[in-house]
């Protein structure tokens, strides 16, 4: 379980309506196990604040703390000296990464390789705290060429580093659809990344490393118009309880517009002939239900793309109840405090710890930023030309894609002073030779003490 800890005078005004503030623009990812007692990360920024590694007993207290000092974004690597360490206890580590911030939405990321693209559709950020998988980033190209930079990017998938280093790219052995073909994407409970082939209204199971992928439904799960735009994944396959929600975002399709449940359960696909069951809409939607997301209570967030905001919300919340759900608990204003025009639904993504619901405009690049409460306006920023897909990492910093501009890129909601704590998913297990050199150790010292 992370915990942030961040002092920002000016959050407190900003995010008021938030029930327990949290986040971090810097932040330690992908703990990996490298030996018995040692471990790399990945900083997604410079931690300026400095690093502070320390070890826990498990289901007791901390036993060993050391400051780093400050550390650069990149990987960086710790390795435990065995103070504290009593024989027969094992332990975790608890990493915080600490940094003095911004005054005002930033861009952290740098528009270079890595970032470029020539059809961004999709991103998604593993948030899966206790996972080696912490902090990938996973940006979906829809249709392969060479953009304005000058990268020749193909078709398929990417996956990147919390630091925004590449890590690989492919097609994960599929067959994605023309200019349409990886879409939006999600991230399950066991790291498997869901992307939707909206050219062949498909969904795919990713392995997180790319190397392979399952076919979750076919020409039998879908009815004749139905389209397949965006996906919402709960549960896992080992544990027996997987669900996929599939977004119908064809206009056309008054009998199934809306939000399509599958319920998978242990099973490694939707079985033959089952459409699934309507979870929201038809009813509510009279446009294009482009993007889900819900939320830990259950409930829903929807984005809808519309050029006139007054015919249809950015977004729309709905309680969760009896499908089919077709009112909604709140939807948000045509315009903003200031004028801004909310149109454009394109995208979405929640942040929980902030109270935070936000969406991606297609038609101007801003992302705005509302209460997940009751919708009111929190906050907005210029994020590019137009917006195919946002998502929040685990410290609240969001991640946009622009198919205009051509890149992917990263911002932090600059809110001052900050740090986020990452603890281990793997335990700390000293092994015996490395036991005998700390006892060895202890032994030379107090021969030493005893000869002066």
Known sequence: MNRHVFSMALAV??????????????????????????????????????????VWEV?????????????????????????????????KAKITAADDGYGGWTQISTDDTPTSFYIPVGVSVNRNDTSSNF?????????????????????GLYRLKADISEVNSG??????????????????ADDRVY??????????????????????????????????????????????NRKIYLADVNYNDTARKGLIQYNLGGNATVASGDTGTQYIGPGYYAFYPYDYVRDSNGDWYDAQYRYDA??????????????????????????????????????LDIYEPLGWVAYGNYYDGFVHVFNMADGSYITGFD?????????FDAAGNIYTVDNMTEWLRVWSPGLGANSFTTESGFILVPEPAAIILLALGGLACARRRRAA
């Open 383 to 391: 994020a590019g030309t137009r917006m195919r897909d946002i998502a």
């Open 171 to 188: 097609t994960a052995g599929v067959t994605w659809g023309g200019s349409s073909g990886p879409w939006k994407s999600a991230i399950g």
């Open 13 to 54: 005004a900003v995010i008021a309506a938030a029930a327990a503030p949290a986040w971090a623009n810097v932040y330690a990812s992908g703990l990996e196990q490298t030996g018995s007692a040692s471990f790399d990360y990945v900083l997604n920024e410079n931690a300026d604040s400095g690093v502070t590694v320390e």
């Open 135 to 155: 902090g990938s980033v996973y940006v979906s190209n829809a249709g392969g060429g060479t953009t304005g930079f000058g990268r020749n990017t193909p078709e």
């Open 310 to 347: 007054t015919q249809a919300p950015a977004i729309s919340k709905f309680l969760d109840s009896a499908p089919p759900i077709n009112s909604a608990a709140w939807q948000t204003a045509p315009t903003g405090p200031s004028g801004e025009i909310l149109n454009g639904g394109y995208c």
């Open 59 to 91: 289901g007791g207290g901390m036993v060993y703390s050391e400051s780093l000092g400050a550390q650069a974004k990149g990987a960086q690597s710790w390795n435990w000296n065995l103070t504290g360490y009593q024989a027969g206890k094992t332990y």
């Open 195 to 240: 992307v939707v082939d909206l050219s062949n209204d498909l969904v795919h199971d990713v392995a997180p490393d790319l190397s392979s992928a399952v076919q979750l439904i076919d020409a039998s799960n879908r009815t004749a118009n139905q389209w397949v735009g965006a996906v919402v994944v709960e549960g896992t396959q080992a544990a027996g």
